[in-house]
């Protein structure tokens, strides 16, 4: 079968379009990687490489001012004979 000529002009386009949706999927995936972790209203989760302190520390980013730590929840796992500890940190407002 020979080429049309609608077939170049066909090619770029698809190739924009798979081009950025991969751009998006990559942007997404970069997102999600890089951010230390999850909060909630009451709490957050985030993980560290350096420490148990350093992942609390980064739990505690979306903390409000002026509350309190009510509870805190560490695991620590080796991935690729290194450890990384995830911790839960749990919050409530202060007492008075």
Do not use: F, K
């Amino acid at each position: 079968m020979v080429p049309s000529a609608a077939t170049p002009t066909r090619l770029p386009a698809a190739t924009t379009l798979l081009t950025a949706a991969t751009a998006a999927a990559a942007a997404t995936a970069a997102a999600v990687l890089l951010l230390p972790g999850e909060a909630r209203a009451d709490g957050g989760t985030a993980a560290s490489l350096v420490s148990r302190e350093n992942a609390i520390q980064n739990a505690t980013l979306w903390m409000p001012p002026g509350a309190r730590i009510t509870s805190t929840d560490c695991t620590e796992m080796l991935i690729d004979s290194s450890p990384r500890y995830v911790c839960t940190v749990e919050w409530g407002p202060a007492e008075q």
